[in-house]
C-alpha cells in the first residue's frame, strides 16, 4: 500500500516537474524571440509565425500586421505628464509674489531695449540719409535689414535655448544686441552701419521670443494671461520712450 502511494506521489512530482519544465522552455523560446525580433529589448513581443518557417515572419502570420507594444513609450509620456503636472501644481501653490515682481521688471526692461531697437530706425533715417549718403534703396535696406538679423537670430537663438536653458540664452542674446548697438553708433560708413544693425537684429530675434517663455514658466496656469498682456506694457513703454527721445535729440530741420 505504501509503496503504490509513494508510486503516485513520485509520478505526481515527475508531472510537475515536467509542466514546470516545459514552462519554462517556452518562456525561454519566447524571450528569445523577442530578443530576435527587438534586438535585445525584451518589452516588445516577438513577431514569429506559429506555422511554417520564414526570414522574419512565419508563415502563418503572412498578411497580418505585426503587433507593437506600446507600454515603454506609453510608461515615458506618462512619467513626462507627471513631472509636468507637478510644475504646474508648484507654481499655483507658489502664486505671484516678490520673485515674480522682479522677474517682471527684468524681462520688461529687456522687452523695452528690443522695442527700442526696432523703433529707432524710423527716427534716424532722415538724419542717416545726409550723413551716409545713402540713396532711396539703401534706406529700404537699412530699415529692413534688422528684421533679416531677427529671422536669422530666431532660428539660431531657439535651438541654443533648449540646450543651454532659456535664462542663459536670454542673457546672451540681450549681451549681443547691447554691443553691437553700442558700436553701430560709432559706425562712420553705411557698410559697418549695417553690419552692426544686422548683428544687433539677431540679438533681438533671440531675446523678444524667449522673453515671453521664459517669463510664462514662472506663472500660474489661471493668471498667465493676465501677466502676459501686463509685459506687453514693456513694449508700449519702449516705443514711447524712443518717441520722446528722438524728439528731443534728432535735430528736426
Known amino acids: 500500500m505504501y509503496s503504490q502511494m509513494g508510486t503516485r506521489v513520485d509520478s505526481r512530482s515527475r508531472l510537475k516537474g515536467e509542466e514546470t519544465a516545459s514552462l519554462v522552455q517556452r518562456d525561454a523560446a519566447e524571450d528569445r524571440g523577442r530578443l530576435a525580433y527587438t534586438d535585445g529589448n525584451p518589452f516588445l513581443p516577438a513577431v514569429s509565425g506559429q506555422g511554417g518557417s520564414g526570414d522574419e515572419r512565419g508563415d502563418g502570420d503572412k498578411g497580418k500586421e505585426p ?7 506609453d510608461f515615458v509620456d506618462t512619467e513626462v505628464s507627471l513631472l509636468s503636472q507637478f510644475h504646474e501644481d508648484a507654481i ?12 517682471y521688471l527684468v524681462v520688461g526692461l529687456g522687452l523695452a531695449a528690443d ?11 532722415p538724419s542717416a540719409e545726409v550723413e551716409l549718403c545713402m540713396t ?3 534706406k529700404g535696406w537699412l530699415g529692413s535689414i534688422t528684421f533679416i538679423g531677427m529671422m536669422i537670430g530666431g532660428v539660431i537663438w531657439g535651438a541654443l535655448g533648449d ?3 532659456r535664462r542663459q540664452t536670454l542673457i546672451s542674446a540681450l549681451t549681443v544686441d547691447a554691443i553691437f548697438s553700442s558700436i553701430a553708433a560709432f559706425m562712420p560708413t553705411y557698410g559697418t552701419f549695417m553690419t552692426c544693425r544686422l548683428c544687433s537684429g539677431i540679438g533681438i530675434g533671440g531675446s523678444l521670443p524667449i522673453v515671453f517663455a521664459y517669463f510664462s514658466e514662472f506663472l500660474a ?3 498667465r494671461g493676465m501677466h502676459l498682456s501686463w ?3 514693456a513694449w508700449a513703454l519702449g516705443g514711447l520712450f524712443t518717441a520722446l527721445m528722438a524728439w528731443s535729440i534728432v535735430p528736426r530741420t
Open 67 to 73: 503587433y507593437i507594444c506600446h507600454d515603454e513609450v
Open 92 to 103: 499655483s501653490q507658489a502664486g505671484f509674489g516678490l520673485f515674480q515682481c522682479l522677474l
Open 115 to 125: 522695442t527700442i531697437e526696432i523703433f529707432v530706425i524710423a527716427y534716424i533715417i
Open 136 to 138: 532711396d534703396l539703401r
Open 163 to 165: 540646450h543651454l536653458g
Open 221 to 223: 496656469r489661471h493668471h
Open 231 to 233: 509685459l506687453l506694457m
